[in-house]
């Protein structure tokens, strides 16, 4: 009788775990899907790795297809051209886009700060005598004394952000001479000693170090210039109509982007090692991984809404590197034109 009983209970053991299993699964597969595409692979969408990685997308609610693109346009062209739902990218961008009729509002964001570490060539800064503790004013000063410069394209972020450096500094940014050669040629040439600078999200700059050709003198992602810290830089994208209805969707993407970002800030050292076991990261340069993380940690929020002032930083470096040429076309930066916090909400 007492094995019967045993047995019984075994069998109605495995025959609830079996079912309990199935279950799951088939919860798993009724999640609805969405596609993400970020800008490029770096460590400014950190939170979106992290989230990816320690699956904060199936625990909120959704399953995401997350795919690096080559850059911010194809991402948020994608967006309006509905071939991908989500695009993660610059906050200057959509407010250029916006300006040309596209329609898409970001409804997270994944950064506090500007993460674009600017590089220089180690010899101009030796002879500059700037290290990164030099005072911040010092190193922008050292951006107007450079040759050549390299950038991804005409207009890019890349170049706005030093030419808007230069003029924080007191030069001429109308005088600065830049090549264009796309984000994987930068590094080499910056070695090859064919520019003199750069500026890129890690590990894009920071990989120049170890073989002592370059040195990131300016960290933007450790919040040291106040215009380009507080505001949302990367954000999340999508089209109005998109979110209007599907807004479970919505709301779970933005809330798990979000979590991933502030794992750095309740527990940074499960963040740093699940965005290290991301299989972006996995073989990148352990020396270069330190670096990287070290100058984006801090540019990560404590969640991802936004509010009107920190938009208005965007509108104003839009301004003042020249994205905004006619100061009439200037979107509002209140609620429901650029940005909306009605998915993301709070912690």
């Known amino acids: 009788m007492k094995n019967n009983r045993a047995t019984t209970t075994i069998v109605s053991l495995a025959l609830a775990l079996t079912l309990g299993a199935a279950s799951e699964t088939r919860a798993q597969k009724e999640l609805p899907e969405a596609s993400l595409m970020t800008a490029v692979s770096n460590f400014a969408f950190a939170a979106i790795w992290v989230a ?46 916006r300006i040309e009729g596209a329609p898409a509002i970001a409804i997270q964001a994944h950064n506090r700060a500007m993460t674009l570490s600017v590089v220089l060539r180690k010899a101009v800064v030796d002879k500059l005598g700037l290290t990164r503790d030099s005072p911040i004013e010092a190193r922008m000063k050292a951006l107007t004394r450079l040759g050549t410069l390299g950038a991804t394209g005409p207009g890019a972020a890349s170049e706005q952000i030093l030419r808007f450096l230069v003029a924080k ?19 080499a040439s910056l070695m ?30 450790k919040g040291e210039v106040p215009e380009l810290t507080d505001y949302p830089y990367e954000v999340l994208m999508a089209r109005p109509d998109y979110v209007e209805a599907n807004p479970k969707i919505a709301t779970a993407v933005a809330r798990a982007i979000s979590r991933g970002g502030a794992l750095f800030r309740t527990n940074s050292e499960a963040a740093k090692a699940a965005l290290r076991a991301h299989r972006l990261f996995t073989k990148l ?59 993301v909400g709070k912690p």
């Open 52 to 97: 990816e990685q320690l699956k904060y997308f199936e625990a909120e609610g959704a399953r995401v297809k997350v795919t690096p693109g080559s850059s911010g346009s194809v991402c948020l062209n994608a967006v309006v051209g509905r071939s991908t739902n989500f695009c993660a990218s610059t906050s200057e961008g959509l407010v250029l886009a």
């Open 192 to 221: 090859n000693n064919v520019i003199d600078a750069y500026a890129l999200s890690p590990p894009s700059a920071e990989i120049t170090e170890p073989s002592g050709k370059g040195y990131v003198l300016i960290p933007l992602g």
């Open 169 to 187: 500094a007191g030069g001429d940014p109308t005088k600065l001479k830049f090549v264009y050669i796309g984000a994987p040629e930068l590094p």
């Open 285 to 343: 340069d352990s020396a270069v991984f330190e670096l990287s993380y070290a100058m984006v940690a801090n540019a990560m929020p404590a969640w991802g809404d936004m509010n009107s002032k920190g938009w208005q930083k965007v509108i104003n470096f839009a301004a003042g590197s020249g994205i905004i040429k006619d100061p009439a076309k200037t979107p509002s930066v209140e609620e429901g034109v650029l940005w909306t916090n009605k998915y």
